[in-house]
Antibody
């Protein structure tokens, strides 16, 4: 079964750090670009970060640039999001998602269940 | 950056009736070299992740009921549910994947009248 499972969320103080993980299974992880999308409580979807299939190219939304780092480990089929200098506005459910096609820009066909990040003192 | 704007923000439709959600992009998401619109629609139910319904503006994802259809090109797109079922109550989002940064519309909440 094709699956993504996030972990690593939790409660962190403003200014703190957290690393989210996304475990991929059921497909050739190294062939697909991967993304992080977040959703603040009661709000819509916000695109956060992306990484190419080979890990060379990354993208960050302006709201997280310089504070978050996306990475991947093909030996472990894992996607990561290292989050630093966390702010209250970063509080959200964080989803990892896979592009539908391995070879071209495409929609997101597989999503994890999400992991909640709470930023509060 | 491409801005996606959905209308309406919320919609109440009777069971069995047609529901129509619109999405407008601030610039064209039609890629001329392959004549494809880089536009997707997602459904999100409470407590669940988004689910892909439509991609390339009008291609239905496998397993999605045929009452869901997508149309439009360039900057104006529509998601239509031909005969609303109770299980279709959800928030619907459009998304472009034409260029970085990808972005989503603000969402349309669909309820039963």
């Amino acid at each position: 079964e094709v699956q993504l499972v996030e972990s690593g969320g939790g409660l962190v103080q403003p200014g703190g750090s957290l690393r989210l993980s996304c475990a991929a299974s059921g497909f050739t992880f190294s062939s697909y670009a991967m993304h992080w999308v977040r959703q603040a409580p009661g709000k819509g979807l916000e695109y956060v970060s992306a990484i190419s299939s080979d890990g060379v190219t990354t993208y960050y939304a302006n709201s997280v640039k310089g504070r978050f780092t996306i990475s991947r480990d093909h030996s472990k089929n894992m996607l990561y999001l290292q989050m630093g200098s966390l702010r209250t506005e970063d509080m959200a459910v964080y989803y990892c998602a896979r592009e539908k096609s391995a070879n071209t820009d495409d929609a997101f066909d597989i999503w994890g269940q999400g992991t909640m990040v709470t930023v509060s003192s | 950056d491409i801005v996606m704007t959905q209308s309406p923000d919320s919609l109440a439709v009777s069971l069995g009736e047609r529901a129509t959600i619109n999405c407008k992009s601030s610039q064209s998401v039609l890629y001329s070299s392959n004549n494809k619109n880089y536009l997707a629609w997602y459904q999100q139910k409470p407590g669940q992740p988004p689910k892909l319904l439509i991609y390339w503006a009008s291609t239905r994802e496998s397993g999605v009921p045929d009452r869901f259809s997508g149309s439009g090109s360039g900057t104006d797109f529509t998601l239509t549910i031909s005969s609303l079922q109770a299980e279709d109550v959800a928030v619907y989002y459009c998304q472009h994947y034409y260029s970085t940064p990808l972005s989503f519309g603000q969402g349309t909440k669909l309820e039963i009248k």
